[in-house]
């Protein structure tokens, strides 16, 4: 089982949509959370850490469960420069690096 | 400006030679790591630093070495023991690798096989 999990997508959406990703992880021990965004050929960016209580920046909000080790992205009102890769990222206790998750790709339509 | 910078670009390798990668930051960061991505993959793991003169390997070390004989420069070096180097090649840094600092990255560099 992978440590990081999420659907591959694609993700079709139109314009003006509410799209929500989740993500799955394994290792209880995980401690942090992010939301990086990739675009086609390109490196990943830093779209947002995740926190216990949620967070929102703008158009876009994240959740996490760690119950059910899970997180969630939310974006609302979908841009058409919001297609791209959307990578779930998490840090655990003994790793010095990140974990990344594989991606979920979304397309925003017009 | 501040910033992590790869290069060269796009690299070609030869049956049987080793290539080099270059990886520099000038963000006084401590940390710094490389990661290999296939197609639709995530990222995977080859080598991180935490500070000059040392470097541990991540989950997929074999075929690659690098060296971490200045705080800004992080080189990884492709062996002719990996036989499958094809990838996009993405050197990052963090601040330390404490767990809340999230990692900055340069714009990769893509190998292929001529």
């Known amino acids: 089982r992978k440590e990081v999990e999420q659907d591959p997508g694609p993700f079709n959406v139109p314009e003006g949509a509410t799209v929500a990703f989740n993500c799955t992880y394994s290792?209880?021990?995980?401690?942090?959370f992010f939301w990086y965004r990739q675009d086609c050929r390109k490196e990943p960016k830093l779209l947002m850490s995740v926190y216990s209580s949620g967070n929102e920046d703008g158009r876009f909000t994240a959740q996490l469960n760690r119950a059910s080790q899970y997180i969630s992205l939310l974006i609302r009102d979908s841009k058409l420069s919001d297609s791209a890769t959307y990578l779930c990222v998490v840090k655990s206790t003994g790793r010095r690096a990140l974990t990344f998750g594989s991606g979920t790709r979304l397309q925003v339509q017009p | 400006d501040g910033g992590i910078t790869q290069s060269p670009k796009y690299l070609f390798r030869k049956e049987g030679q080793n290539v080099t990668l270059s990886c520099e930051q000038n963000l006084n960061h401590d940390a710094m790591y490389w990661y290999r991505q296939d197609p639709g993959q995530g990222l995977r793991l080859i080598y991180y630093s935490q500070i000059v003169n040392d470097f541990q390997k991540g989950d997929i070390a074999e075929g690659y070495s690098v060296s971490r004989e200045k705080k800004e420069s992080f080189p990884l070096t492709v062996t002719s023991a990996q036989k499958n180097p094809t990838a996009f090649y993405l050197c990052a840094s963090s601040i330390d690798s404490s767990y809340s600092e999230p990692q900055h990255f340069g714009d990769g560099t893509r190998l292929s096989i001529l």
């Open positions: 290792n209880s021990a995980s401690q942090s």
